[in-house]
T-cell receptor, first 111, second 114 residues
Framework: KAGVTQTPRYLIKTRGQQVTLSCSPI?????VSWYQQTPGQGLQFLFE???????NKGNFPGRFSGRQFSNSRSEMNVSTLELGDSALYLCASSWDTGELFFGEGSRLTVL | DAKTTQPNSMESNEEEPVHLPCNHS???????IHWYRQLPSQGPEYVIHGLTSNVNNRMASLAIAEDRKSSTLILHRATLRDAAVYYCIRGPGASNFGNEKLTFGTGTRLTIIP
């Protein structure tokens, strides 16, 4: 079956702009989580959605937001981009239990 | 707060067993131990998880100490494809996995020597 799909895979933005990243989970999975990965901080949890509701949120500023649609697809948005937002953004889906399935990520570069 | 402690890096020879340690001295009674690995240029992938007793699957074995304060991921016969960053994570069990923040930490970078 198809895996987790993230788009776009690569993007370049400038400071102050905003960006929207998309994640299509594995069919049947209702939970979608987002992570930020940087060389210095490793993998950090952003938020998790289940059935269109945010169930948990990490310690990121309000510039980071997300949502989930009725078909379980999810988007995350970062407004007023800063240089430090340059990172690999990973999406993971699960049915609701244990194993997380990750996408290949969206690599954001902020200039 | 990663809640687990792992060595930053390890090396192993190809076709030999690899033992990756993880310390989780403050683990609660209901926390599971999950292992994920991240191959270069890919998202993390699930390896194994367990609660108290040792666990085996086609990828690896997980040995959990009797006091549950530490565990060891065992790759029985390392191949070059096993070169990755391995993450040990404390987390809820299968029924409630999404309801807590998962802290991956920085993991152990495993290098396989041909």
């Amino acid at each position: 079956k198809a895996g987790v799909t993230q788009t776009p895979r690569y993007l370049i933005k400038t400071r102050g702009q905003q960006v929207t990243l998309s994640c299509s989970p594995i069919s049947g999975h209702r939970s979608v989580s987002w992570y930020q990965q940087t060389p210095g901080q490793g993998l950090q949890f952003l938020f998790e959605y289940f059935s269109e509701t945010q169930r948990n949120k990490g310690n990121f500023p309000g510039r980071f937001s997300g949502r989930q649609f009725s078909n379980s697809r999810s988007e995350m948005n970062v407004s007023t981009l800063e240089l430090g937002d340059s990172a690999l953004y990973l999406c993971a889906s699960s049915w609701d239990t244990g194993e997380l399935f990750f996408g290949e990520g969206s690599r954001l570069t902020v200039l | 707060d990663a809640k687990t402690t792992q060595p930053n890096s390890m090396e192993s020879n190809e076709e030999e067993p690899v033992h990756l340690p993880c310390n989780h001295s403050t683990i609660s009674g209901t926390d599971y131990i999950h292992w994920y690995r991240q191959l270069p240029s890919q998202g993390p992938e699930y390896v194994i998880h367990g609660l108290t007793s040792n666990v085996n699957n086609r990828m690896a074995s997980l040995a959990i100490a009797e006091d549950r304060k530490s565990s060891t991921l065992i790759l029985h016969r390392a191949t070059l494809r096993d070169a990755a960053v391995y993450y040990c994570i404390r987390g809820p069990g299968a029924s409630n996995f999404g309801n807590e923040k998962l802290t991956f930490g920085t993991g152990t970078r495993l290098t396989i020597i041909p």
